[in-house]
């Protein structure tokens, strides 16, 4: 197995091997939409990659230019034959991935305090997996219960479906009353929740740390486990044969990122490298959606609205017309009406904050939001390391209406390997706590 590692947003110098590597694979320059649909080992959140504003799907994972590969917003690992390529995010060090493994934590609600203290760089990609097993269970289940029509089998005097005649040969000769059939019902025990019930059951068994250790999901791990009374452990290839195709029901639609979920952590061998597959596998993260989705955990909690750009309920629209329809809808990325106005940023705002380094669009976007929802101050916000631009850095008042411009960097704990992932947690908490004073 190959493995190569690069930093998100970065010109990651190779030498001769790693490039010839990276070019047997034949992904650079690949739009991740394309590899995502022709894919389906290739599992990339969020689903709806037209969702955020960074373009990500027309975007490829990695560009070559020269002895050197050019990464944009994406995280995670992705494979091809026996050739791996770890994304892991610039902030950072060695093989602790502590502030991917954080955002991650928060935004799907995982207590990973107590990771075990010596897990290495291959078992971080198999956590993320359970991250999203369990963030895709909520989600689904907030769908309801997954029903489905299943035959069913009974043997009594109550004939209600089709007669089993092999059957009932074999049960009820001589006859005494009762009749073998079969028959169809509408169950809540079938295929797919059978495949989350081996997911559950095989997590557990693999790990010595509890995965689900959070209340609310124990309680729907629990309800899976009351709805599938007919679950064996030896009928899990059977149960993930019957799953390998694609679901398409217009109700359930949740469930099926969910199935691929399941299907990825039953096939993970060795952080699911699978040398002999001339498909395309991993997980990736859009850095841009997983780091507003972690400030939403911050945010929301001090009574910022964060729009979702597929909802009406909290959209703004820059005009009403004539005929009193609203034209032109705008998604800040959080807000408080007549207050204030905050456009996530996982990108570096460089020191002076003149509108060419950060980007005429940037700040026009951002005065945008401040004017059509009457706030008197907008800010930028963005992650950093560097201690020169860490907390507020304003701009000015802008001319016109008025209101005040400027950016915050929200600080990164820089850690080395001695560090424990509750030090992590503990210092990035400082940082959490002075954004929300900020506000």
């Known amino acids: 197995m190959r493995t190569i590692n690069l930093k998100d947003n970065y010109p990651n110098p190779l030498n001769e091997e790693e490039i010839e590597l990276l070019k047997n694979t034949g992904l650079s320059e690949k739009k991740l939409s394309e590899l995502a649909k022709n894919n389906p080992g290739l599992l990339v959140f969020p689903g709806n990659l037209n969702e955020y504003k960074d373009d990500i799907g027309n975007l490829p994972v990695f560009r070559l230019a020269g002895n050197v590969a050019n990464t944009g917003n994406l ?4 494979g091809k034959g026996d050739v791996v390529i770890n994304i892991h995010s610039r902030f950072d060090t060695g093989d602790k991935q502590y502030f991917l493994q954080y955002m991650l934590s928060k935004v799907f609600a995982i207590n990973l305090v107590d990771l075990p203290s010596n897990y290495g760089k291959d078992d971080v990609w198999r956590f993320l997996l359970y991250f999203v097993f369990t963030a895709l269970l909520q989600k689904a289940l907030r769908q309801g219960l997954y029903k489905e029509y299943v035959w069913k089998t009974y043997n009594d ?7 089993d005649i092999n059957r009932h040969v074999k049960k009820n000769v001589p006859f005494q009353g009762n009749i073998a059939y079969a028959m169809r019902e509408h169950a809540f025990d079938n295929k797919i929740t059978q495949l989350i019930r081996h997911t559950i059951e095989f997590i557990q068994e693999r790990e010595a740390f509890n995965v689900f250790s959070d209340t609310g999901i124990l309680q729907n791990i629990n309800l899976i486990r009351q709805i599938t009374p007919a679950y064996h452990r030896h009928n899990r290839s059977r149960i993930k044969h019957q799953n390998l195709r694609p679901m398409n029901h217009p109700f ?3 469930y099926e990122p969910l199935r691929r979920v399941c299907i990825e952590i039953l096939n993970y061998e060795s952080v699911a490298y699978r040398p002999n597959n001339k498909k395309v596998y991993g997980i990736l993260f859009d850095g841009a959606w997983l780091w507003e989705e972690y400030l939403n955990t911050i945010l929301k909690k001090i009574g910022f609205k964060h729009p979702k750009n597929k909802e009406k309920r909290g959209r703004k629209y820059l005009i009403t017309g004539k005929n009193g329809k609203n034209q032109g809808a705008i998604y800040p990325d959080f807000y408080k009406e007549n207050e204030t106005v905050l456009d996530a940023k996982y990108k570096d705002i460089l020191p002076n ?3 060419n380094e950060v980007g005429r669009n940037d700040w026009y ?3 945008t939001y401040l004017h059509v929802l009457k706030a008197k101050k907008g800010y930028l ?4 390391q560097k201690a020169g631009k860490t907390g507020e850095k304003p701009i000015g008042t802008l001319n016109g209406y008025g209101g005040n411009i400027g950016a915050y960097g929200f600080p990164v704990p820089e850690y080395d390997n001695n560090w424990t992932f509750r030090e992590f947690t503990d210092k990035i908490a400082e ?9």
């Open 75 to 78: 995280m995670g690992f992705i």
């Open 157 to 163: 005097a109550n004939v209600k479906g089709r007669i």
């Open 252 to 254: 359930f639609s949740e």
């Open 353 to 355: 904050l003149s509108e």
């Open 365 to 367: 976007q951002l005065i």
């Open 381 to 384: 916000i963005f992650p950093t």
């Open 431 to 439: 940082s959490e706590k002075n954004l929300s004073r900020f506000l």
